[in-house]
């Protein structure tokens, strides 16, 4: 982990709310694998004070990604950062997703900006195994495809492609999507992977989660992430010993 200045390279919108932000970060890009995290440190002011955590986009030569909506105060002043401009970030952080191991598909799950992690991913696998991605927005302003491959989308108002959820979606197809070789890479808000922890275990697949709460400090220092262990009486940190789980390895 280092505390690395990058340089803005490049902010593009992809969708009316949604930025991918392109900068110079040659320690990071260096050291980093797919879903671990950057704590940005987003105004040069005291205010907002803490840091906000991202994960690392996708990774090109010596220049990381972040994709983000603009959600409060953090994320609009980093939609607002120019070219050249320097910020201080905190990386990488977390675990990340656990790859190393004999499977043939990997099928990722996101709903809305946690798609964030999979163009990294999807670039890392894409010669190893197969891959399909299953996304999830509420309409079609928040369906991001970039980066990903074989993509079906699930939006809740039916504005792009399916209408319903993104575990709708996977319930209605699981026979075609899953075999014995699948492992299931998600990411999104706490209710989907709740509900996906739950498809996992009814179904016998293997399902990593990569999880997402309020964070302060970013390398288990506060103890301000906290998600209960399922095997054990105690809690594990989302920033230390996650942020990716096992599904079975948390109570959410
Ligand atoms: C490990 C990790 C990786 C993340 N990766 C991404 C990413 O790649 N792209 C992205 O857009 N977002 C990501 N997030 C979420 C992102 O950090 C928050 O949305 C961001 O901090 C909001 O900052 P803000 O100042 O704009 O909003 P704030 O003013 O801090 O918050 C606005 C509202 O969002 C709520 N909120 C803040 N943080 C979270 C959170 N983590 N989960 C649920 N609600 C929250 C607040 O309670 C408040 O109601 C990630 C979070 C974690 C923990
Ligand atoms: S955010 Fe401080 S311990 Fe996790």
Redesign the pocket.
Known sequence: MINEKIIVQSLEKLQPN?YLMKAKAPVIASQVKPSQ?CNIK?SDNDF?L?R????V?DVQGDSIF?????????????SEKMIGDEIEVLGP??NGFNYNKKFNKALIIAGG?GV??FPFLTKVLIDKVEIVSLIGGRNKNYVVKYGLKNVSVATDDGSEGYKGTVLDLLEANKESLIDDGTIIFSCG??PMLKALQKFAEQNNVECQL??????ACGFGICQG?PVHSSTEDKYLL??KD??VFDSKEIVL
């Open positions: 949604i995290f987003v907002p803490l906000r955590p991202f994960s986009c972040f994709m983000f909506d603009v959600h409060g105060e953090g994320t609009r002043i980093l952080l977390g900006l964030a992690p808000p706490t990569s999880t997402e709460c309020a964070m992430c989302v920033c996650g942020p």
